[in-house]
């Protein structure tokens, strides 16, 4: 076709068949360009992934040098006699060099994926921050009690009774206080800031719901074998939720230490007085912390605390599962991990 026919046809293509493809045009360009952020995105989270896997191992690698360092000192045996030095050991080894240092480098590294600052500090009212540490407190009931249906489900039913490592209990006052700072006051302050601060800072990015539901599955991983990782995931994905919707950090905090404290009282009363009266006394705690969480439930509904603020679709982001697949591969070697420390507390019954 010449110039002249060309021209002589296009004069007598109506206007509406330009803006058409026009339109056209400019979809195409527009769906390309959010498959490419969506590409990009998954990219990233791939590697996000692979740095939350490799802290993971860190954690647990410095656990390993941390035990490997009392043989080569001659303190094992010392540290296997001594509930004093177990305690002291968990503060120093596990929570301030094997996990404070590996998180706060995965906060240092991924530090361009931080939307808010690494450490939520909104002022919350006093009325408002109570209802939400009692609703925090009875969901760690719920957890416990999901956890000890499934320790029995799988004695009962499999016929294999899931156990857990323990500390030796108190000898004395001085230890009584050591167990409060490494078991209720130092975990609550390092395991808040290094998931809910750094992890959690780290992966709200590519949405709430989200960095809510990975954040807890580091949190169930850190912890070792499966009864641990169930209540912990279950705990986390609450305090979590928590911090996002109050925007503070303290009370997720004071949340994790009174659940802590609970079987640390437990433990001190045992000491003082017998086990009955240490069950007595956090069986009356449980029914208190239950009662105030169903309060705390109705006051913060009636407030419309559960709400969050409606944000319109980035079409540029994955589905959350999508993000959910991107992850896990970099978590793959702690989840076998998780199994074969698993492996070393079960026994047949």
């Given at each position: 076709?010449?110039?002249?026919?060309?021209?002589?046809?296009?004069?007598?293509?109506?206007?509406?068949?330009?803006?058409?493809?026009?339109?056209?045009?400019?979809?195409?360009?527009?769906?390309?360009?959010?498959?490419?952020?969506?590409?990009?995105?998954?990219?990233?989270?791939?590697?996000?992934?692979?740095?939350?896997?490799?802290?993971l191992?860190?954690?647990?690698?410095?656990?390993?040098?941390?035990?490997?360092?009392?043989?080569?000192?001659?303190l094992?045996d010392?540290?296997?006699?001594?509930?004093?030095?177990?305690?002291?050991?968990?503060?120093?080894?596990?929570?301030?060099?094997?996990?404070?240092?590996?998180?706060?480098?995965?906060?240092?590294?991924?530090?361009?994926?931080?939307?808010?600052?690494?450490?939520?500090?909104?002022?919350?009212?006093?009325?408002?921050?109570?209802?939400?540490?009692?609703?925090?407190?009875?969901?760690?009931?719920?957890?416990?009690?999901?956890?000890s249906?499934?320790?029995?489900?799988?004695?009962?039913?499999f016929?294999?009774?899931?156990s857990?490592?323990?500390?030796?209990?108190?000898?004395?006052?001085?230890?009584?206080?050591?167990?409060?700072?490494?078991?209720?006051?130092?975990?609550?302050?390092?395991?808040?800031?290094?998931?809910?601060?750094?992890?959690?800072?780290v992966?709200?990015?590519?949405?709430?719901?989200?960095?809510?539901?990975?954040?807890?599955?580091?949190?169930?991983?850190?912890?070792?074998?499966?009864?641990?990782?169930?209540?912990?995931?279950?705990?986390?994905?609450?305090?979590?939720?928590?911090?996002?919707?109050?925007?503070?950090?303290?009370?997720?905090?004071?949340?994790?230490?009174?659940?802590?404290?609970?079987?640390?009282?437990?433990?001190?009363?045992?000491?003082?007085?017998?086990?009955?009266?240490?069950?007595?006394v956090?069986?009356?705690?449980?029914?208190?912390?239950?009662?105030?969480?169903?309060?705390?439930?109705?006051?913060?509904?009636?407030?419309?605390?559960?709400?969050?603020?409606?944000?319109?679709k980035?079409?540029?982001?994955?589905?959350?599962?999508?993000?959910?697949?991107?992850?896990?591969?970099?978590?793959?070697?702690?989840?076998?991990?998780?199994?074969?420390?698993?492996?070393?507390?079960?026994?047949?019954?």
């Open positions: 076709m010449n110039n002249n026919n060309q021209n002589n046809f296009n004069s007598q293509m109506p206007p509406q068949y330009y803006q058409y493809a026009y339109e056209q045009q400019q979809y195409m360009i527009y769906r390309a360009k959010v498959l490419s952020e969506r590409k990009k995105q998954k990219r990233e989270l791939l590697l996000v992934g692979i740095a939350l896997g490799t802290t191992i860190a954690y647990l690698l410095l656990q390993t040098i941390s035990v490997g360092m009392l043989s080569m000192l001659g094992k010392a540290y296997e006699s001594s509930p004093l030095m177990q305690y002291a050991f968990n503060v120093v080894a596990v929570h301030l060099f094997s996990m404070l240092v590996p998180f706060s480098l995965l906060a240092v590294i991924l530090k361009k994926n931080f939307v808010a600052p690494l450490v939520p500090t909104k002022k919350v009212s006093g009325l408002k921050a109570a209802a939400w540490v009692s609703l925090g407190m009875a969901f760690c009931l719920l957890a416990n009690i999901m956890t249906a499934i320790m029995n489900i799988s004695k009962n039913l016929g294999y009774e899931l857990q490592s323990e500390y030796d209990g108190p000898q004395d006052i001085i230890t009584c206080v050591m167990i409060v700072i490494s078991t209720a006051i130092i975990p609550a302050i390092i395991e808040e800031f290094s998931l809910r601060c750094c992890t959690l800072g992966l709200k990015k590519y949405g709430n719901g989200f960095a809510v539901f990975v954040v807890s599955i580091i949190f169930g991983l850190m912890h070792g074998n499966v009864i641990q990782f169930v209540f912990a995931f279950t705990l986390g994905i609450m305090l979590a939720y928590i911090t996002i919707k109050t925007n503070n950090i303290f009370i997720p905090m004071l949340i994790h230490g009174l659940n802590n404290g609970m079987s640390v009282l437990k433990t001190i009363i045992e000491f003082a007085a017998n086990e009955k009266a240490g069950e007595t956090t069986g009356i705690l449980f029914y208190i912390w239950g009662v105030l969480g169903i309060a705390a439930l109705i006051y913060l509904a009636s407030t419309k605390s559960f709400k969050f603020e409606k944000k319109p980035n079409p540029y982001d994955n589905s959350f599962g999508t993000k959910v697949l991107c992850v896990l591969p970099g978590l793959a070697l702690p989840f076998a991990i998780l199994l074969y420390l698993t492996s070393q507390y079960v026994t047949k019954v």
